[in-house]
């Protein structure tokens, strides 16, 4: 059987895709001297979120998902952030590939809450690996990639505000139910608003709420869900 090894290099954020996209570099070893025809890679990615430290601003952005920071020794769990699948062409011993993982600025994602707290450092993450991998000299044969191949990688948070800040520049991101979309475009059109800025803050005026501080760089107010990831999930 053939031995298989994985390594992120690299991460960065892709300038060019139509929505928010990260691409992450891997390195693929095989052992021995036969060649790699193809291999079908899938991948997950978790946050590991107990392996960096947090400021103070930090730990309150991270209430919603974690609670208050004496309850972290039990509620610092992974998060789930992707799964992605990619191809991987012919080689033997080495290779270089690059993983895309399409991205969102939904606040509901845990994962992407997460990003959002943080204003410095990096993001530790864990990728996980599984799939098939046709190799042979002559001929082919069918490998498992084993599930316990894995590998750790400290991506920066300024990569993921960069890209952010390419698809969302200056701004945030809401999701509402229908029927309150509908409630609010109604109050924009009666008041002759010029934007939902504007629709937003006539509300906050009539409500009698002080003007919010204003918000750090692509900060939002929303539901925020807590789901987190402790096991592999099936391919």
Same mark, same amino acid.
Request: charged residues 20%.
């Given at each position: 059987?053939? !031995?298989?090894?994985?390594? %992120? ?9 139509? *929505?928010p ?8 070893? /095989?052992?021995g001297?036969?060649?790699?025809? /193809? $291999?079908?890679?899938? %991948? ?10 947090? #400021?103070?601003?930090?730990? !309150? ?7 208050e920071?004496?309850? @972290? *020794?039990?509620?610092?769990?992974p ?7 990619? =191809?991987? +062409?012919?080689f ?9 993982? +399409? %991205? ?6 845990? /994962? ?14 864990? =990728? ?7 190799t042979?000299? *002559? ?7 084993? @599930?316990?191949? !894995? ?7 300024a990569? @993921?505000? #960069? =890209?952010? #800040?390419?698809?969302?520049?200056? %701004?945030? @991101?809401?999701?509402? +139910?229908?029927?309150? $979309?509908? /409630? ?9 608003? +010029?934007?939902?800025?504007?629709t ?36």
């Amino acid at each position: 059987m053939t !031995e298989f090894a994985f390594t %992120c290099t690299g991460v960065r954020a892709d300038r060019f895709a139509a *929505g928010p996209t990260l691409v992450f570099r891997l390195r693929i070893a /095989a052992t021995g001297d036969e060649p790699v025809h /193809a $291999m079908a890679l899938r %991948c997950q990615i978790r946050i590991e979120p107990a392996k960096r430290g947090y #400021e103070t601003a930090e730990a !309150e952005g991270l209430a919603d998902l974690f609670g208050e920071r004496s309850r @972290w *020794g039990s509620t610092l769990q992974p998060v789930q952030f992707a799964q992605v699948s990619v =191809m991987v +062409p012919a080689f033997t011993g080495e290779t270089e590939t690059d993983l895309v993982v +399409p %991205c969102t600025y939904d606040m509901d994602i845990a /994962a992407t809450r997460y990003f959002d707290a943080l204003t410095s450092g990096e993001v530790p993450l864990l =990728m996980l690996f599984s799939g098939t991998a046709f190799t042979g000299a *002559g001929g082919f044969r069918v490998e498992p990639v084993p @599930w316990d191949r !894995e590998a750790v990688f400290r991506m920066p948070v300024a990569t @993921w505000r #960069e =890209m952010v #800040e390419q698809h969302f520049p200056g %701004c945030g @991101w809401i999701r509402l +139910p229908r029927d309150t $979309m509908d /409630a609010l475009l109604a109050f924009r059109s009666r008041r002759a608003l +010029p934007s939902w800025e504007a629709t937003v803050r006539a509300l906050l005026d009539e409500s009698g709420g002080a003007a919010p501080a204003p918000p750090r760089r692509f900060s939002l107010t929303g539901i925020t869900s807590t789901t987190s990831t402790t096991g592999r999930t099936a391919p």
